[in-house]
């Protein structure tokens, strides 16, 4: 399928290439990070593995797009599920984690777009992720006072924006109604449903 956003400016220097994966629970601002970390020719897609109708495919998107770019990664809460295959196609990307409790999560579900949904079983793959690889975690509530820590983990030389960072952090990024149940309806037909790791040890059994 087509590379999105081939409109994005780039940087004229790119000193170097890097690859990043920022994933958490489900309702862990991971839109307003995406914003954030895109920046300066760095590209970070949210939710960009439901653009695609397989890991694999997210991958090449990432690569080719990281030929001309300083860095290039995607925030995506569904990129835990794809664990193994990610870490085999992208093995040198960073990793960052954003926890969040469950019943957090489930509230802003419910409360926001009247979606009733147990994230339990998130929770657990999320903590798995985090014990299997080195990964920063960042808790949900700490998200604003710990996201230039965040951005220089992923993108080593990420230059400080302070106007920016105090603008962003006073901001409130999320998904229309719209946006996100139409979101959820093209997963559940998308063939990267059939990609997902029913336990995350599948790829070693």
């Excluded at 710990?146 to 999320?174: I, N, Y």
Aim: glycine share 6%; proline share 4%.
């Amino acid at each position: 399928m087509g590379a999105p956003f081939r409109g994005v400016a780039r940087s004229k220097k790119v000193p170097h290439v890097n690859l990043f994966i920022v994933s958490g629970m489900p309702r862990a601002r991971t839109a307003w990070v995406a914003n954030y970390m895109t920046h300066r020719g760095i590209l970070c897609m949210h939710e960009g593995l439901s653009l695609f109708d397989s890991p694999e495919e997210c991958a090449e998107w990432m690569r080719l797009e990281a030929k001309d770019r300083p860095a290039v990664g995607i925030c995506d809460s569904g990129a835990v599920w794809f664990y193994r295959a990610l870490e085999r196609l992208l093995p040198e990307a960073k990793w960052a984690l954003i926890r969040r409790l469950p019943g957090e999560s489930e509230a802003s579900y419910l409360g926001e777009h009247g979606i009733d949904v147990s994230l339990h079983a998130h929770a657990v793959r999320l903590e798995e992720v985090a014990s299997l690889r080195t990964a920063l975690t960042v808790d949900f509530a700490e998200l604003d006072v710990r996201m230039t820590e965040l951005a220089r983990w992923c993108v080593p030389g990420w230059e400080h924006d302070s106007m920016r960072h105090q603008m962003l952090t006073r901001c409130d990024v999320k998904l229309t109604d719209a946006a996100l149940k139409g979101g959820i309806q093209r997963v559940k037909e998308s063939p990267l449903l059939s990609h997902v790791e029913a336990t995350i040890f599948k790829a070693e059994n």
